[in-house]
Nanobody, 128 residues
Framework: QVQLVESGGGLVQAGGSLRLSCAASGRTFNSEAMGWFRQAPGKEREGVSCHRSYDGATYYSDSVKGRFTISRDNDKNTVYLHLDDLKAEDTAVYYC?????????????????????WGRGTQVTVSS
């Protein structure tokens, strides 16, 4: 059974840091682009970051650029999202998923559908 399992969320004060992990099992995702998404209550899901496996290129949304860092450990079949300088508006459930990580001149972002593999999410709550 293929699974993506997120962990590392929690309650943190504004300005603090967290490291989210997304561990894959059932198959390897080392050759696929992986992304992190978040959804806050009452808001649409937002693609915040993605990583392309074949060239290591990364994408960050404007809302997290300079504060979040995506990385992956292929030996562990795990993708990470390091969150620094957290703000109250970062409060959301964070999901990892296989994704189409587009880094074009006019179109940039992480694009996933319900046909992709998704984890169940990990809650990040930032207190101000």
């Amino acid at each position: 059974q293929v699974q993506l399992v997120e962990s590392g969320g929690g309650l943190v004060q504004a300005g603090g840091s967290l490291r989210l992990s997304c561990a894959a099992s059932g198959r390897t995702f080392n050759s696929e682009a992986m992304g992190w998404f978040r959804q806050a209550p009452g808001k649409e899901r937002e693609g915040v970051s993605c990583h392309r496996s074949y060239d290591g290129a990364t994408y960050y949304s404007d809302s997290v650029k300079g504060r979040f860092t995506i990385s992956r450990d292929n030996d562990k079949n795990t993708v990470y999202l390091h969150l620094d300088d957290l703000k109250a508006e970062d409060t959301a459930v964070y999901y990892c998923a296989t994704t189409n990580c587009i880094l074009g001149e006019t179109i940039r972002g992480a694009y996933s559908s319900e046909d992709d593999y998704w984890g169940r999410g990990t809650q990040v709550t930032v207190s101000s």
